[in-house]
């Protein structure tokens, strides 16, 4: 098997176990994030030296840090931007770009169809406009009603969004 399917296949089988606890309790466990950014840095150092160290670690920023804006205005929860770090350390930088996009598609989805299962699609539509109209206005913060601080607001277990893009990566080296 080669090495970057075995990494994508543990950085799934990751992803997986932290969506269950994501859909269950409504959050990803740090004892579950963290020994997955550690492994990464581990099993790429291990399996492709110290070039594979440092894309274990640009994968780790990249991944991570694409996540943390969105943390940084509340948009995201911490064990999301974690568990995408931990992806990231596993599947490098290159991976780390599909697992991203992949995942910002099926998040987009997944987001869609919650909002239409709870009958709230056209009060979702309205709330996606004004926090584009708000951060082209304010910048990188939190948007004072709409972020994960608002008891009201509608909360998607995006672990699962997380786990359906590495998925994806994977599926997609398999077809290449």
């Known amino acids: ?22 859909v269950r309790q409504r959050r990803i466990p740090n004892r579950l994030t963290y020994p997955g950014i ?13 070039k594979g160290l440092g894309g274990a670690v640009e994968g780790l920023l990249l991944a991570g840090g694409v996540m943390l804006l969105f943390y940084a205005v509340r948009a995201m929860g911490a064990g999301d931007v974690k568990l995408m770090a931990a992806v990231g350390s596993l599947v490098g ?6 697992v991203l996009l992949a995942t910002a598609i099926c998040g987009g989805v997944m987001a869609i169809g919650y909002a239409v299962y709870r009958g709230q699609m056209l009060a979702t539509v309205r709330n996606v406009a004004s926090v584009l109209r708000f951060h082209a206005w304010a910048g990188l913060q939190a948007h004072p009603e709409l972020n994960l601080d608002n008891p009201t607001a509608l909360r998607m277990p995006y672990g699962l969004a997380i786990a359906a893009g590495t998925l994806y990566a994977l599926l997609l080296m398999w077809w290449r």
């Open 1 to 22: 098997m080669d090495r970057d399917v075995a990494l994508l296949l543990i950085a799934l089988a990751l992803a997986v176990i932290a969506a269950v606890f994501d």
């Open 38 to 50: 550690v492994l990464g840095l581990v099993l790429r150092g291990v399996l492709f030296g110290w």
């Open 93 to 98: 930088p290159g991976h780390a770009v599909v």
